[in-house]
């Protein structure tokens, strides 16, 4: 199959660290996409990940290791703002296709 | 900055009525696609095209069709609408390169009465 898992529901406070999971099971794909979504709005690009290892961009970083079938992203410094749903995908060789997780809802509390 | 616009942002349509959901990129994408979003079950794949003309099924067609007469435009056409159709609508385009990311829509919420 080409499951892909995330936790629907995460909470954290303002300031503080949080990492966003996301496992998967094809054995062959191209790279991870991370993308954020407010709610009500459009889902935005925020990486992709085509080697082993992280990937920084500003107080967003995103890691990926293809052994393991695991990849996070990691927000520091959380802001009110970054409330959103975070949607893994995966890129799958020889198809246009994504394969997209079902998304885990973070909340920033005060 | 690439922009993906979708014609309606709310739709209200009776069941049984023929529905259309239009969608036009201004980047030059050769990619495009429709997704719904349900809650619970994230974004699903309903069609796909990677040229004018050319169209692929993606996991849910069933009730679906579309259109792509232009490279820059990519219609999704309900032929009877039903109620279990009502969702969010999102369309999105990309270039043809795997690493190439989608491009949203603000989307279009169809509720189907």
């Known amino acids: 199959g080409q499951n892909i898992d995330q936790p629907t529901e995460m909470t954290a406070t303002e300031g503080a660290i949080v990492q966003i999971n996301c496992t998967y099971q094809?054995?062959?794909?191209?790279?991870l996409f991370w993308y954020q979504q407010h709610a009500g709005e459009a889902p935005t690009f925020l990486s992709y990940?085509?080697?082993?290892g992280l990937e920084e961009k500003g107080r967003f970083s995103s890691f990926l290791s293809r052994s393991k079938g695991y990849s996070y992203l990691l927000l520091k410094e959380l802001q009110m703002k970054d409330s959103a749903s975070y949607l893994c995908?995966?890129?799958?060789?020889?198809?246009?296709?994504?394969?997209f997780g079902s998304g885990t809802r973070l909340l920033v509390r005060p | 900055d690439v922009k993906v616009t979708q014609s309606s942002r709310y739709l209200v349509k009776r069941t049984g009525e023929k529905v259309f959901l239009e969608c036009v990129q201004d980047?030059?994408?050769?990619?495009m696609f429709w997704y719904r979003q349900d809650p619970g079950l994230g974004l699903r794949l309903i069609y796909f095209?990677?040229?004018?003309?050319?169209?692929e099924k993606g996991d849910i067609p069933e009730g679906y069709s579309v259109s792509r007469e232009k490279k820059e435009r990519f219609s999704l056409i309900l032929e009877s609408a039903s109620t279990n159709q009502t969702s969010m609508y999102l369309c999105?385009?990309?270039?043809?390169?795997?690493?190439?990311?989608?491009?949203f829509g603000n989307g279009t919420r169809l509720t189907v009465t």
């Open positions: 995908a995966e890129d799958p060789h020889s198809s246009y296709k994504l394969i």
């Open positions: 999105a385009s990309s270039h043809r390169e795997s690493n190439s990311p989608l491009h």
């Open positions: 990940n085509v080697l082993d």
């Open positions: 980047m030059d994408h050769e990619n």
């Open positions: 095209s990677y040229d004018v003309k050319m169209k």
């Open positions: 094809t054995s062959g794909f191209n790279g």
